[in-house]
Nanobody, 124 residues
Framework: QLQACGGGLVQAGESLRLSCAAS????????MGWFRQVPGKEREFVAA????????YYADSVKGRFTISRDNAKNTVYLQMNTLRPEDTGVYYC???????????????????WGQGTQVTVSS
């Protein structure tokens, strides 16, 4: 089970940190990702991290502004979002896929488990 939190309403240029806590199996068994969705659009990839945290990958739209990280001792994955823009507005979802290698995934269909989402709203 995944529980995402940390969303909120901020102004453009500000920062937020999202957290995704995993229960059940240790998070170190999973590759993790963050996605976001706005009404009327498909869920889009934001960032991914390998099970060890040693490898990360970002969508071009967030590269240099967002940082994904994980603390396997706490079974938690984070998304630090800096210099937020109005176009970053959406519901952010964390996702997990059981993975024994260092692979990462950017497609929604690659993930087995999803959190409930947390709303991020960036005003201009």
């Amino acid at each position: 089970q995944l529980q995402a939190c940390g969303g909120g309403l901020v102004q453009a240029g500000e920062s937020l940190r999202l957290s995704c806590a995993a229960s059940g199996r240790p998070s170190s068994d999973y590759a993790m990702g963050w996605f976001r969705q706005v009404p009327g659009k498909e869920r889009e990839f934001v960032a991914a991290i390998s099970w060890s945290g040693g490898t990360t990958y970002y969508a071009d739209s967030v590269k240099g502004r967002f940082t994904i990280s994980r603390d396997n001792a706490k079974n938690t994955v984070y998304l630090q979002m800096n210099t937020l823009r109005p176009e970053d507005t959406g519901v952010y979802y964390c996702a997990a896929r059981a993975e024994g290698s260092s692979r990462m995934y950017i497609q929604t269909y690659n993930y087995n488990y999803w959190g409930q989402g947390t709303q991020v709203t960036v005003s201009s």
